[in-house]
């Protein structure tokens, strides 16, 4: 079951990783940043 947790929270920060990089934004970096 924690495997399971694992994967849906490395898919969820791919995810934001991949919205984020798409439109270049300092301030979409500040928040991973922050959330990190």
């Known amino acids: 079951?924690?495997?399971e947790l694992?994967?849906?929270l490395t898919q969820a920060?791919?995810?934001l990783a991949?919205?984020?990089i798409e439109?270049?934004?300092p301030l979409g970096?500040?928040?991973t940043e922050a959330l990190i």
Do not use: A, H, N, W
């Open 1 to 3: 079951r924690t495997d």
């Open 6 to 8: 694992i994967i849906m």
């Open 18 to 20: 991949g919205e984020k």
């Open 29 to 31: 970096l500040g928040d």
């Open 23 to 25: 439109p270049p934004s």
């Open 13 to 15: 920060v791919e995810r």
